[in-house]
């Protein structure tokens, strides 16, 4: 079954750092670019980066809400994407969710995986 | 701040058709972009619809469609069934933005 699982929410103090993770299982992880989303409570779907595949040139893009934050990487021989979060702030409070490119090693081709999503808590 | 426009919401009767309006600019739809649909069910995550602009994944009805013109897509359901109850997001990519945009989001009401 092609799935990605996302794991690392949790609750946390604004200022301070989380990692979350995403581990795919059912296919090439590797060929596919993977995305993290999230959803604030009660609003719309937010894109917060991508992180192309090696054979796309392995290039990073980031909502302007979270660059020079947020960093998205991947470690393609466990299948597995990480979405490190510092300086939080109360307003990343949200449901990170992980998807994968429909198409290989092409970007904008649709979400066709998402995780259940992981539940991010930032708060004093 | 979503890039592309939709109605907060739209209703309609079992068996009756409706269409979602997916409004964008020359930084995204207008610049051959292609647009997809989500379909996200209350208290889950959101679910591939349609891809490239008209096209759908194995598995979905063809009750659901795609169209694409200009600045602006569209979605389209008929022959409505309660199970089409939730939220629908259009999404593209911009390259002001260089990144992936989404619709404001629409809730399909079923009466």
């Known amino acids: 079954e092609v799935q990605v699982v996302e794991s690392g929410g949790g609750l946390v103090q604004p200022g301070r750092s989380l990692r979350l993770s995403c581990t795919g299982s059912?296919?090439?992880?590797?060929?596919?670019?993977m995305s993290w989303f999230r959803q604030a409570p009660g609003k719309g779907l937010e894109w917060v980066g991508f992180?192309?595949?090696?054979?796309?040139?392995?290039?990073?893009a980031y909502a302007a809400s979270v660059k020079g934050r947020f960093t998205i990487s991947r470690d393609d021989s466990e299948s597995i994407a990480y979405l490190q979060m510092n300086s939080l702030k109360t307003e990343d409070t949200a449901v990170y969710y992980c998807?994968?490119?429909?198409?290989?090693?092409?970007?904008?081709?649709?979400?066709?995986?998402w995780g259940q999503g992981t539940t991010v808590t930032v708060s004093s | 701040q979503s890039v592309l426009t939709q109605p907060p919401s739209v209703s309609g009767a079992p068996g009756q058709r409706v269409t979602i309006s997916c409004t964008g600019s020359?930084?995204?739809?207008?610049?051959?972009?292609?647009v997809h649909w989500y379909q996200q069910l209350p208290g889950t995550a959101p679910k591939l619809l349609i891809y490239?602009?008209?096209n759908r994944p194995s598995g979905v009805p063809d009750r659901f469609s795609g169209s694409k013109s200009g600045t602006s897509a569209s979605l389209a359901i008929t022959g409505l069934q309660a199970e089409d109850e939730a939220d629908y997001y259009c999404?593209?990519?911009?390259?002001?933005?260089?990144?992936?945009?989404f619709g404001t989001g629409t809730k399909v009401t079923v009466l």
């Open positions: 999404q593209s990519y911009d390259s002001s933005l260089s990144g992936y945009v």
């Open positions: 059912g296919f090439t992880f590797g060929d596919h670019t």
């Open positions: 992180l192309r595949s090696k054979a796309y040139g392995g290039t990073t």
């Open positions: 998807s994968r490119d429909r198409v290989v090693a092409i970007s904008n081709s649709g979400m066709d995986v």
């Open positions: 020359s930084s995204n739809i207008g610049a051959n972009y292609d």
């Open positions: 490239a602009n008209n």
